[in-house]
């Protein structure tokens, strides 16, 4: 009869188990390989990126309005000179463009002086001190062409490749193809200006044809920072977590009968965000634990700045985070508070400028003294340039300048940028592109290869269509990429 076996002690239980423990470890971290590699069905799991590039999260900073091309990124002295008189007779001008110069008008040369600023020698308006200091870090897309002149539909086309309202925004194609990083907040956020809301809204973050998990979500300025994330009043976490566990399974058992309804599926997801926000959004919004040098640094200690500033040192937070794609919006509407300046423009770029000069460059600063510029992507955009001269025949003494398709000018830096790098080059009156335009859609492929996104293959099938950013595909701008 066999000897009956010893009673097991705890250290020989553990010495048992040892191999047991760490296959446990080693299947959680292989779940996360999993995930990353973009096997699972979850819309926020990171995803493999196509292209080995740096940059994991993009700030994107929209200028709501047009912003004057010759009176801050493009030098045109012969504007100057022709200040106050028609421009000269110009071939080839074709659209919107050539209705304009068939109507009276009248150049109007900057205001502004222009110098060179760093290794580069590439000149800067007057009306961007602090940003001036970073200018070997950015790279220029001069004379860019989006379809149309109008303000809603090329809000649209800049924002999301299309001049007509249902398509998926930038932020969210680059979280449909990347997933997010931090599972505690969206990986879409946008700031918009604290004085209000930009043409077309909501719009202009919006998911699109694409599953709903991908639209932005709004930060309010103030308050809670996003809309009823609050736990109500008297009810505790213990308690909250069972009514989401009972809500969770109820909508499953619901979910099981309806395939391919992705709002649903947004719904059910969000419930559970929303649980974890509840602490990780009220934290990233409380800046009490950030030095007084990084609050100046924002500019957050002027009334003028602080606005922006504000927006500007959330979206380095948000970066810290593991957030995928910020957009930042500054301007409102049509008026006082947008870079729409048909009238005096150049006391528009004065007050727009001394908004956001400061702040950028305070970005732009913090990302590199973090060592976080290096996998981040900036990006600096408007919906359109503007005209060299004005429809009158007459200058005035606040003259301005009219919508122009053909100047819209943009700049990157951040991950593989190559700081100093220019393409595209506008005519000596920053009138349009000098050989084939650029157009948006080239910038827009530009921006997925640097987050590491091959426009040809990021694509959703809508309607019987396959669909990508692009659309018909853009051309990679090769000069600006490191």
């Given at each position: 009869m066999p000897a009956p076996n010893p009673p097991i002690t705890r250290r020989t239980f553990?010495?048992?188990?040892?191999?047991?423990?760490?296959?446990?470890?080693?299947?959680?971290?292989?779940?996360?390989?999993?995930?990353?590699?973009?096997?699972?069905?979850?819309?926020?799991?990171?995803?493999?990126?196509?292209?080995?590039?740096?940059?994991?999260?993009?700030?994107?900073?929209?200028?709501?309005?047009?912003?004057?091309?010759?009176?801050?990124?493009?030098?045109?002295?012969?504007?100057?000179?022709l200040h106050g008189k028609p421009l000269p007779e110009t071939p080839n001008i074709h659209g919107e463009l050539q209705g304009r110069l068939s109507f009276p008008h009248v150049c109007i040369g900057s205001q502004?002086?222009?110098?060179?600023h760093g290794q580069t020698g590439r000149y800067l308006s007057e009306l961007f001190p602090h940003l001036s200091h970073h200018v070997d870090d950015l790279a220029f897309i001069h004379g860019i062409k989006t379809d149309n002149q109008n303000h809603g539909p090329s809000t649209y086309h800049v924002n999301t490749g299309s001049e007509f309202p249902g398509s998926p925004s930038v932020g969210s194609w680059i979280q449909y193809g990347l997933g997010s990083l931090n599972q505690n907040m969206p990986g879409y956020v946008v700031i918009q200006d604290p004085r209000g809301a930009p043409v077309n809204g909501a719009a202009i973050w919006a998911n699109g044809y694409l599953p709903a998990a991908h639209q932005g979500t709004l930060l309010r300025p103030s308050g809670v920072p996003i809309l009823n994330l609050n736990k109500p009043s008297g009810l505790s976490s213990k308690e909250q977590r069972a009514e989401f566990d009972i809500l969770g399974r109820l909508n499953r058992q619901h979910l099981e009968s309806r395939s391919n309804q992705s709002s649903l599926e947004a719904r059910i997801a969000s419930y559970e965000l929303a649980f974890r926000m509840q602490t990780a959004a009220p934290e990233i919004v409380d800046l009490g634990d950030e030095p007084e040098s990084v609050r100046k640094l924002y500019g957050l200690d002027s009334a003028k700045t602080h606005g922006f500033g504000r927006q500007c040192l959330l979206a380095r937070r948000l970066v810290e985070?593991?957030?995928?794609?910020?957009?930042?919006?500054?301007?409102?509407?049509?008026?006082?508070?947008?870079?729409?300046?048909?009238?005096?423009?150049?006391?528009?770029?004065?007050?727009h400028c001394s908004e956001v000069d400061r702040p950028v460059a305070g970005l732009l600063e913090d990302l590199k003294q973090n060592g976080l510029l290096d996998e981040t992507l900036v990006v600096w955009a408007s919906e359109m340039g503007r005209t060299p001269f004005r429809n009158a025949t007459t200058v005035g003494k606040t003259p301005g300048r009219e919508h122009n398709s053909y100047g819209l000018c943009m700049w990157m830096a951040g991950g593989n940028v190559r700081g100093g790098a220019t393409a595209g080059q506008t005519d000596e009156y920053s009138l349009r592109s000098v050989?084939?335009?650029?157009?948006?859609?080239?910038?827009?492929?530009?921006?997925?290869?640097?987050?590491?996104l091959d426009d040809e293959r990021l694509t959703y099938t809508h309607a019987g269509r396959v669909r990508r950013l692009t659309d018909i595909g853009g051309q990679t701008l090769k000069p600006l990429i490191a």
């Open positions: 553990l010495n048992r188990s040892w191999n047991g423990i760490g296959a446990l470890g080693l299947a959680g971290l292989l779940g996360e390989e999993f995930m990353a590699h973009g096997k699972s069905s979850l819309p926020l799991t990171p995803h493999r990126p196509h292209l080995p590039r740096k940059a994991k999260q993009c700030i994107f900073l929209f200028m709501q309005g047009g912003v004057s091309q010759m009176d801050s990124f493009e030098y045109r002295p012969r504007l100057r000179e502004f002086e222009f110098q060179r985070r593991g957030v995928r794609f910020t957009l930042l919006v500054h301007g409102v509407q049509i008026g006082k508070h947008s870079w729409d300046d048909h009238g005096d423009v150049g006391g528009g770029m004065i007050r050989g084939a335009p650029i157009h948006i859609r080239d910038v827009h492929a530009t921006i997925l290869d640097l987050m590491g």
